[in-house]
C-alpha cells in the first residue's frame, strides 16, 4: 500500500483527500503545519506528498525547500490558492513536481497524483541503469554522474542539484548531441505536456549550468541551439 503525507491547514481539505485517497487504497498521513510537514517527512518515507502552499509556520515553498535541501526525493504536488504563473513555475522550479490550483475536484487530484507516482516509478530503472555497465557511472569530462546513488559531482566536489535538475542532466546526457526542443525536454523529464510552459526548461538549465558550468554564460556541456533548443556536447578533454 502506498502511503501519502497529506498537508493542510483546513479540516474540511483534509477530510476531502483523505477520504478518496483511502477509497482507492492509500495509507494516508496527515499535517496541519509546515513544520509537522518537514518532521513527517524526514521521519519516514512516502510514496508521494499533497502539500498546500499557505500553511501555518513555514509555508509549502519552504516545505519543499528543505526537503530536497535535505535529498528527500519523495514527488511532491503542491496545492494552492494561487494562480499566477510565475507561482506555478516558482514551485516546479524550487523542486515540486506537480501543481494543483484550489477549488479542485477529487478526481483531478486522483488523475494527478497517479500521474506522478507513474512518472516516478518509471523513472526508478531509468536511473538505475548505466550505459557502463554494474557500476552505475557516467563520467563525461569533469562531471561523474552517479546514477545509483542520484549524486553528481564536479571534479570530486558533490554538487547540490534538484531532484528535476538530476532527472534533466541525465536526460541530456543519455542523449549526448542530439538537439532537444523544449516541447521534448517537458514530455521526457516532466513527463507530459506542461502546456507551452518551456520558459520552465529555461530557468533548469540556468540552474543546471550554473552548477556543473565552469563559465555558465559559456557553458561546455549544455549548448543552446538557436531556435531549436539545448544539446549536451561531450568535451573532447577533461
Not at 36 to 52: E, G, N, S
Not at 172 to 180: E, I, M, N, S, T
Amino acid at each position: 500500500m502506498q502511503r501519502i503525507l497529506v498537508v493542510d491547514d483546513e479540516p474540511a481539505i483534509v477530510t476531502l483527500l483523505t477520504y478518496n485517497l483511502e477509497t482507492a487504497n492509500y495509507e494516508v498521513v496527515t499535517a496541519t503545519s509546515g513544520p509537522d510537514a518537514v518532521r513527517l517527512a524526514l521521519k519516514k518515507p512516502f510514496d508521494a506528498i499533497l502539500l498546500d502552499v499557505m500553511l501555518p509556520g513555514i509555508d509549502g515553498v519552504e516545505v519543499t525547500k528543505r526537503l530536497r535541501q535535505e535529498r528527500v526525493l519523495t514527488p511532491i504536488i503542491m496545492i494552492t490558492a494561487k494562480t499566477d504563473e510565475f507561482d506555478k513555475i516558482f514551485g516546479l522550479e524550487i523542486g515540486a513536481d506537480d501543481y494543483i490550483t484550489k477549488p479542485f475536484s477529487p478526481r483531478e487530484v486522483m488523475a494527478r497524483l497517479k500521474a506522478v507516482l507513474r512518472r516516478y516509478n518509471d523513472a526508478l530503472p531509468e536511473t538505475k541503469a548505466s550505459d557502463q555497465g554494474a557500476n552505475d557511472q557516467i563520467r563525461v569530462g569533469a562531471l561523474n554522474i552517479d546514477l545509483k546513488r542520484v549524486a553528481v559531482y564536479l571534479d570530486g566536489e558533490l554538487v547540490n542539484l534538484t531532484p528535476k535538475e538530476f532527472e534533466l542532466l541525465v536526460y541530456l546526457v543519455k542523449r549526448p548531441g542530439q538537439v532537444l526542443s523544449r516541447d521534448q525536454l517537458l514530455t521526457g523529464v516532466w513527463g507530459y505536456d506542461y502546456g507551452g510552459e518551456t520558459r520552465m526548461v529555461d530557468i533548469h538549465i540556468s540552474h543546471l549550468r550554473d552548477k556543473i558550468e565552469t563559465d555558465p554564460k559559456h557553458p561546455q556541456y549544455v549548448q543552446t541551439v538557436r531556435g531549436f533548443g539545448y544539446r549536451f556536447e561531450v568535451p573532447d578533454h577533461g
